[in-house]
C-alpha cells in the first residue's frame, strides 16, 4: 500500500516535470513557483536527485541580484495563467536578473531547509551541492534583513497577500476595508480552470493587482514599498519560514566552515525569536497571530499559520503545551460540534470560515507537514501522528488535490478534493511523510 502510494505520488511529480523545473500542476499554474519548488525538491530527493539538484538551481536561476528570490520563475511562455510578467513588470527594478523573467514579489523562504533537507535524504552525500549553492541562498536570507525589516527586530514584513502563501486568508479582509482599490476588469484565468467558490473573489482580486500596480509606480523599490504600501505585514508563517531556513544555514554553514555568514544568521535568528515571542504571541488567544505594521496593529486571527512557529522551535515548551491543548486537544481545530481532518487553514469557529474556500478554511498538505513536523519537535508524537494519518487519508481517498475540506463528513462523500488536481506539492510531502529515511 506504501509503495503503491509513492509510486503514485512519483507519477505526479513526473506528470509535472517540465524539462528542469516541476509545475504546481497543469493550466493553473503552468510556471516555477518559489515555495513550491522547495517542497517539490524534498519529494524528488526520496526519488530522483538529480532533479531535487535541477529543481533548486532552476528556482536561483531567477534570482535578483540583491539576493531576493521571486514567487514566480515564468522559465517559458503560457497564456492560461494570470497575471503574467507584463501585469507583474517587476524589470522595472535595477536589481532584475538579464536573461530570465519573474515577479516581483516573493513567498515563504523555505529553501534554507529544503537545502538541509535534500543533504540529509541523501545520507550527507550531496554535501557539495550544498557548496555550490550555500552562498546564494545565505544572500536570500540576507535579503530581507536589509530591506525588509524597517524596526530592525529581526522579524521581517511581506507586502503583498501573495507573499503570504496563504493568498485569501480572512486575515487580509482587514487590509482591503481599508484599500480603495479600482474596479479594474480583470481577465482571470484560474475560473476558467477552477470552480470560482473555491478560489478568491474578483474583489479580492481587484486588491491584488493594485498592489502590483503601486508596485510598479514606485519601480519595485523597497524603501518605498515600506514607506508607502497599503499591505504591510509581519507575518507568523513566513518569519518562522525564514527562521527555520536561518536555522538549518547555521547548521549546514558550520559544516563548510561559513563562520561570518554563520554569526550573521545567528544574529538575526536569536533577535528575530525574541520579537516574535513578544510581539507575535497572543497571550488570550494562546497563539502567534499577525502585525499590521502600516497601522500599527496586532491582527489577532487564529489560522494554520499559528502553528508554523513550531516549526522553527520558536515557543517555549510552556507556551508550545498551552497551544496544543488549546487549539488541538479540545479545541476548535479539532472540530468541536464535528469531526474535522487536520489542520483547516482558518480557525473553524469563526464566522469568516469557509471549508470549500482555498485559504479561508481548507486543509492544505504543506501546512500539515510543517505543523506535523512542529509537534514531533516538541514531542507530541499522538497529535504528529494523527495529522500524518489524516495526511494519507485526504490523498489516498481522494486524490492529489491542492486542498480539501475540513469536515470529514463533507470530504468523504466528495471523493475528491479541491483546487488543482495532481498537485505537486501534495505529492513531494506525502512522498516524506511516508518515506521512513525520512527521520530527523
Ligand atoms: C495564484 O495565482 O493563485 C498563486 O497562488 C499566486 O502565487
Redo the contacts with the bound molecule.
Sequence with gaps: MKDHLIEKAARVLRGNWKEKFTIPCEG??PFQ?NWDAGFIAIGWAHVDMKKAKTEIRSLLSGQWSNGFIP??IFHKESDS???GPEVHGAHRSPFYPKDIKT?G?T?PPVLGFVLEETLRISNNKEIDFVKEVYDRVFDYSQYFYQYRDPESEGLVYICHN?EA?T?NTPVWDEVWKEMDSPDYDLPRK?NTHIDAEN??TNREYQH?IHLLELFKQWNYDDRLIAEKSPFLIQDPLFNAMLIASNQSLIRLGKQLGKHEQVDLLEQWTNMGIESFNRKLYDRERHAYVYYDLRNQKSLNYVSSSSFAPLFARIPSAERAKKMIETHFNTGEFSGKEQDFYLCASFDPTHERFDPKR?WRGPVWINLNWIVYRGCKRYGYESLAARIKADTIELIRDNGFYEYFDPRKEVQRSLGKGYGGNNFSWTAALLIDLLNETNKE
Design positions: 493553473l499554474y513557483w514567487q514566480i495563467y494570470y497575471p515577479s514579489i513567498q501573495w502563501g493568498d484560474d478560489r478568491p491584488y482555498y
